[in-house]
């Protein structure tokens, strides 16, 4: 079974309107991290926005939040004023417990966004 | 952050041929390394954690044998793909962690990748 579904190969948006990328993910393990990652043309994996399972609120950073609906296990991820540079591959990815950089991440298929004028 | 490197960046060798990568943690000890391996316009697959001083645990389905995984320091791991051949041509990223808690967004940091090609 899939632990990591994005359901969106590709994604168009018009430079500086906002733009919703999804995510779903599925654990049992009560103790969990979200992920989301930028991953340009160049290849190198830029880490974006993390949200614990336990966090209460929706993690921001910048330009990106996290539309984090536990209940329905999912983790959305919002960019809002999209840039031309925000053209790339996007992937969710889980890590199962919380702590400890020796959890094993799992990545989603990844969303293609392209930022248009 | 943190910064890991890989090293090449980009390698074209002729197939049956032994190709080794380099992943080093320039500024923190790295207990932990993961290998990924990503073929064109798909995901991250995860082939190996490896762990200083003990053997790779392989995920299913990667041969051990073919892809040896080596992490003799807490600064350096290697992956050699032995007798290469077309198919194994893809691109391997790996991240390194210390092991630690903390902030956890920090804990995994990802090499720039090596695009390898097989002839």
């Known amino acids: 079974a899939q632990k990591i579904t994005q359901t969106q190969p590709g994604m168009f948006v018009q430079e500086k309107e906002a733009v919703t990328l999804d995510c779903t993910y599925d654990t049992s393990d009560p103790s969990y991290g979200l992920f989301w990652y930028k991953q340009p043309s160049s290849g190198e994996m830029i880490f974006l926005i993390y949200?614990?399972?336990?966090?209460?609120q929706n993690a921001t950073e910048g330009r990106y939040s996290l539309n984090f609906q536990k209940a329905r296990k999912s983790a959305n991820l919002v960019i809002s004023a999209s840039q031309l540079g925000d053209s790339a591959m996007y992937f969710c990815a889980m890590r199962e417990g919380l702590t400890g950089g020796g959890n094993k991440l799992t990545f989603g298929t990844g969303t293609q966004l392209k930022v248009e004028l | 952050g943190a910064v890991v490197s890989q090293h090449p960046s980009r390698v074209i060798c002729k197939s049956g041929t032994s190709v080794k990568i380099e992943c080093r943690s320039l500024?923190?000890?790295?207990?932990?390394m993961f290998w990924y391996r990503q073929f064109p316009k798909q995901s991250l697959m995860l082939m190996a954690t490896?762990?200083?001083?003990?053997?790779?645990?392989?995920e299913q389905g990667v041969e051990k044998d073919k892809f040896l995984i080596n992490h003799a320091s807490l600064t350096l791991s290697t992956l050699t793909v032995t007798s290469a051949h077309p198919e194994d041509s893809s691109f391997y990223i790996c991240s390194a962690s210390n092991g630690v808690g903390g902030r956890a967004a920090d804990e995994q940091f990802f090499g720039p990748g090596t695009r390898l090609t097989v002839l």
């Open positions: 500024d923190f000890q790295a207990t932990t």
């Open positions: 490896s762990n200083e001083g003990s053997k790779a645990t392989y």
């Open positions: 949200q614990g399972s336990y966090d209460q």
